[in-house]
C-alpha cells in the first residue's frame, strides 16, 4: 500500500518531535515499566535517572521554586533540567509531547542565573518556572498546527501575547503537549503524534482537549500548565488526572496567538488558563500575567488586574449535585458528600443547590460551537485527508449551520440566561458551587462522552476550577446500586457503562464554580475547601 | 383615497403623543415664532410662559440642581414642573417628543419631596434631575417600538435597566424622545411622528438617531438625556444642536431593555450613554450608575466602577486633523485650530495625529452593521408596509448578507485594528485624540451622508464625547476656499455642497476620543480642554 499524502506530512510532525526528545534521559526499554501495570505515576522516583533533589524539586510546585531559586538554593538551570529529565520520562510513558525546546530552556535558565548572580534577586514572580504549554499556544517561529495534518507547516509568526508575558517575568518553556483532532473532544488523540495516556491508569482516558497538559502536571514535567476550554477542555484533564485545572472567565487571560481556526467567533469564547499542582500556583501565575496589563495590547480583554481576596469561610457553598440531567457515579458522589461533611464540620455555611436549565444551556452551547456547520474544521480535515476518529465524528456530527440573525438570536437567550442564573444564586444566597466536573472520574479510554458539568459554566461565562479533594476510586466502596433507576436516557448510559473496578485508583476531583468575573473570590472559596479538606484529615478519623 | 393599514396604525402613535402632550403649557398661535424665524432657542425666556426662577432652574444642569434641592431651596415638582413647561414648548416648536409621561413625573416629584421632607436630605445623586430618554428605551406598561409602525402596539414589560437605577438615585422620567425609521441613520425622521427640528436653524439637521434627544437636551427640556450610539446615534445629535454627548466604551452603562430588534447582534454593540449639557452631568451620571453595581444583573456588562480620575493638564492631546477621507470644512477646522491653540496657550502638550486606516474601519463597521443583509429592519418595515424613507433607503441600501464564518473574519478584523490603534497611540504617545465629529457643524435637512468621524471610534470601540468649544458658524469667516483640492470622492461631495450661508448659526463641537475603557481619563481630559478654552476667551483678545 502506497503512504498517502497525509501520512508523509502527519510523518514529519513526528520526527520532529523524534528529534526535539532529549534522548540522553529516556529510559532504557529494560526500565521501562511492565505492559500489565496501570499506575506509572511512580516510575519516575524509581528509575533512579533523576537525583533525590531532582525529585524535590520536580515536587515541588512553581511558588515553592521561586522560593527557593531567590534564594539561590535551587538554580534555574537545575530546575529546569529536573523538569525536563522527568518530562522525557513522562512522554515515554504517556505520550504527551507535541514538541520538547529543551535548548531555548536551558538558555533561558542559564540568562536567568546569570540575571541572579549579578542581580542577588529573581528577575520576576515566576523567575525559572518550567512551564508547559498545549500545542496550539504559539512560540515563535515553530509549527502551530492546531493538530491538523494540513497544518503542519504553519509556523507561528511570534510568541503567543501570554508567553510574552510569563517570559517577561522569568517563565521557562521546555515543552509543547499533545491536544486532539478538531480540539473539539474530551479525550486527546490525532493523527499526528497519537493518544496520550492517563498515568494513573492507563486504561483510563486522559481527558482533552488540554490532554497533554493533564499528563504534564499529574506526571509534574512542568511545575505549571497552559491550556484552552471552550467546553471544558482544560478540566476534563484536570479531572481526570488528578491536578488543578482553572477555567477563568472569558476576556481575563490573554489569548493573542492561540492558534484556533475559526477566529472571531465569540459567542462562545475559548479561554486559557492554567493547570497547576497547586491553589497557590493558580494565584501566582494569574497575578503575573494581569500586573502586566495585558488589555493595553490586546483590547479584546478587560482591565482587571488580579485583585487579592482574603479568603474567608464566611462564604455560602450551595451544591449542586447532579446538573439535573445525569447523576454522579458512586466515586463522585463520595467525594461530594466528604467535601460537604469536611466543609460543614469546618463551619461553613453549605446548601443544596438545584440545576437550572441545564438542557436548554446545553443546546445553546452545542449550536453556538458549530454555527458554520463545522465547516471550519471539516475543511482543514478534508484539506489533508486524514482519517476522522470515532470522537471528532461524534462531536462535529451535532453541528448544525445557522444564519448570522439565528446566531444573534441564540446569543440573546445565552445573555438571559446568563442573568437568570446569577439571580438565582443572588436569591439563594450563594457564593460559590460545589459540583462534579464529570458524572464520574476517569473513564476508560474512548468513552468520554458527556460534557455538561463542564459546558454549562462556559456557557454561562462562569469561572470554575477543578480540584482534587484526595481520594481516588476504590472498588470496594464505590459500587453501583443495581436498584438504581436512571433519571434520564442520558443518565441511563452513564449508570450502565460505570463499572468501579474498570476505574480503579483514578483520582476524583470536584470543581468550584464562582459568579462571572469573580474568578480571584472562586479561589479563596477554593482555599476554604481545601482547608476544610484538610482539618477534617488531621481531625478526624474517617 | 382610502386610509392604509400602516397608517391608521401610526395614527395610533400620534394620538397617543398628542393625549400626553401638557396642552396648558402649550404657546397659543400668536405667540409662536414667525415662520420665517430660524432660531427658536429663545422662544422659552421671550414667552413668559416661564417664570423667572423656572429659567433660572431650566438653565441649570442636572449637578446644579441636586445641590439646589439638596438644601430644599427648590423642590422636585418646582424643578419636574419647570422642565415640564420648557419641555411643552420645546416639542411644539421642534417636534422632539414622542410621549410625555406628565403624571408619573410629577407623582415621582412629589414623593421625593415627601422623602426629602421626611428625611431632610436628598434620596440619591439624582434626587429629582428630570431625564428624557430615547423612545426605544423600555418604560415599563409603555409601547416601545424603535419606530416602527408595525411595533406601535410592543408593550414593554419593564423599565430598562438603566431606567430602573436612576430611578433609583431619586431621577424623574417626563419625556420620551424622537429617533428616525431604522434607528440607523444621521437625522430624525419617521412615519409615526415625523421630523425632529434644530433649534438652533430650523433649515438645519437636528441630527440623529437619537435626534429627540438632541433637542431635548440643547432646548433645556430636560437636564439630561440618554440616547444611544452604534455609529454615532448620540454624537451627531449632540454635535449639530451643541451639546455634550458622550458614547461610553461599551459593556459598561446597562443596556438591558433598550429595544432594538437585532438583538444579540455583538460584533459592533449599540451601546447607551448621556447627553448633558456638562462635563460633570457626565461624570455625575455615570457614577450614579455604576455605584449600583449593574454587572451583578446584567452580565454582559464589565464589573468597572466609575473611577475617580483626577484632571491633569499633563496630557498629550493628538489631533486628528482630518479621517484621511474627508476633510473638515471651514467651520470645524476653525473650531480645531481654536482649541488647539487654546490648549498650546494653557500649556498642554498637543502633537498631530496622522489618521490609520479609516477606510478599512468603515468597510468593516458598515458591514457587521446589516450581516444579516438587513433582514431585520426590512422584515419590520414590510410588516407595516410603511414607506422607506431615503435616508433609510441609503442605509439598508449597503447591506450585505454574510455568513457567521465571514462574520468571525470580519470580527478578528475589528479586533486586530483595534489593538493596532491603540499601539499606535502608545507609540505616538497620545492620551487622547481631538478630532471632528462631523465634516462640519449641522447640515442641511436631508444631507446627513458621512459618518466615518464617529463610527471610527464605534469600530474600535473608544469612548468619545461631542462638546461645545462655544462658537458657531460666521459666513464672514467661515467662508470656503474656491481652490481647494478635494482627497477624494467623498471629500469632493462635502466641499461641493458646503456653503457656510446656509449653517448660519450652527454650534460648532469638536469630538474629544480616549482609550478603550478609559472612559474617566477621557472626561477628565475634556475638562482639561473645556479649562483651556474657558481660560483663554477670559484671558486673551480673540
Wanted: aromatic share 6%; glycine share 8%; hydrophobic share 40%.
Amino acid at each position: 500500500m502506497a503512504i498517502q499524502a497525509w501520512e508523509s506530512k502527519a510523518e514529519k510532525a513526528r520526527e520532529r518531535l523524534a528529534r526535539s526528545v532529549p534522548k540522553k534521559w529516556l529510559l532504557e526499554k529494560s526500565e521501562l515499566p511492565s505492559p500489565t501495570r496501570l499506575n506509572v505515576m511512580g516510575v519516575p522516583e524509581e528509575s533512579g535517572r533523576l537525583t533525590p533533589e531532582e525529585i524535590q524539586i520536580t515536587n515541588s510546585d512553581a511558588s515553592g521554586l521561586v522560593k527557593r531559586m531567590s534564594t539561590g538554593e535551587w538554580t534555574a538551570e537545575q530546575v529546569t533540567i529536573a523538569y525536563l529529565k522527568r518530562a522525557t520520562i513522562g512522554h515515554q510513558l504517556l505520550n504527551m509531547a507535541t514538541e520538547f525546546m529543551m535548548e531555548d530552556a536551558l538558555s533561558q535558565a542559564r540568562a536567568l542565573d546569570d540575571y541572579y548572580r549579578q542581580h542577588k534577586k529573581v528577575i520576576g514572580p515566576l523567575h525559572g518556572v518550567p512551564i508547559s504549554t498545549k500545542e496550539h499556544v504559539s512560540h515563535k517561529g515553530r509549527p502551530v498546527h492546531a493538530s491538523y495534518v494540513a497544518l503542519v507547516e504553519n509556523i507561528a509568526p511570534d510568541d503567543a501575547h501570554l508567553v510574552r508575558l510569563l517570559k517577561a517575568c522569568g517563565a521557562v518553556f521546555h515543552l509543547r503537549t499533545n491536544e486532539p483532532q478538531t480540539m473539539m473532544t474530551g479525550d486527546t488523540e490525532n493523527n499526528l503524534s497519537g493518544r496520550t495516556k492517563n498515568g494513573n491508569n492507563l486504561r483510563l482516558a486522559n481527558g482533552g482537549s488540554s490532554g497533554g497538559e493533564g499528563a504534564s502536571i499529574s506526571f509534574k514535567c512542568a511545575a505549571i500548565g497552559f491550556g484552552t476550554d471552550i467546553g471544558g477542555s482544560i478540566r476534563f484533564p484536570a479531572a481526570f488526572n488528578g491536578c488543578y485545572g482553572f477555567r477563568p472567565t472569558a476576556c481575563r487571560v490573554p489569548y493573542g496567538g492561540v492558534f484556533l481556526p475559526g477566529e472571531g467567533q465569540e459567542s462562545i469564547r475559548c479561554v486559557i488558563g492554567p493547570l497547576t499542582r497547586s491553589i497557590d500556583d493558580v494565584d501566582l501565575v494569574m497575578s503575573s500575567v494581569l500586573e502586566q496589563r495585558p488589555w493595553e495590547k490586546e483590547l479584546s480583554l478587560v482591565p482587571l488586574p488580579w485583585k487579592a481576596v482574603k479568603k474567608s469561610s464566611d462564604i455560602t457553598v450551595g451544591v449542586m449535585w447532579n446538573d439535573g440531567i445525569v447523576n454522579p457515579q458512586p466515586p463522585m458522589q463520595r467525594a461530594l458528600k466528604t467535601t460537604v461533611e469536611k466543609l460543614i464540620a469546618a463551619g461553613v455555611k453549605v446548601v443544596d443547590f438545584e440545576p437550572y436549565k441545564t438542557a436548554e444551556a446545553m443546546e445553546i452551547i452545542l449550536t453556538l460551537f458549530f454555527p458554520d456547520g463545522a465547516k471550519t474544521q471539516w475543511d482543514l480535515l478534508n484539506a489533508s485527508g486524514e482519517p476522522v476518529n470515532e470522537q471528532s465524528q461524534r462531536m462535529l456530527g451535532i453541528a448544525r449551520e445557522i444564519s448570522v440573525a439565528e446566531n444573534w438570536a441564540y446569543n440573546a437567550r445565552r445573555d438571559a440566561l446568563r442573568d437568570e442564573f446569577h439571580d438565582l444564586m443572588a436569591q439563594r444566597g450563594v457564593d460559590v458551587i460545589l459540583t462534579a466536573p464529570y458524572p464520574g472520574a476517569a473513564p476508560l479510554v474512548g468513552t468520554v462522552d458527556y460534557g455538561a458539568y463542564t459546558m454549562l459554566w462556559n456557557m454561562l461565562d462562569m469561572p470554575a476550577l477543578v480540584m482534587p479533594v484526595g481520594l481516588s476510586v476504590d472498588p470496594a466502596i464505590d459500587q453501583k446500586n443495581a436498584s438504581y433507576q436512571p433519571i434520564s436516557e442520558h443518565d441511563k448510559v452513564q449508570f450502565d457503562k460505570y463499572n468501579a473496578e474498570d476505574t480503579v485508583g483514578a483520582p476524583i476531583c470536584v470543581q468550584v464554580v464562582g459568579k462571572h468575573f469573580q474568578d480571584e473570590e472562586t479561589i479563596a472559596a477554593a482555599r476554604i475547601i481545601e482547608d476544610a479538606l484538610a482539618r477534617s484529615t488531621k481531625s478526624a478519623v474517617l
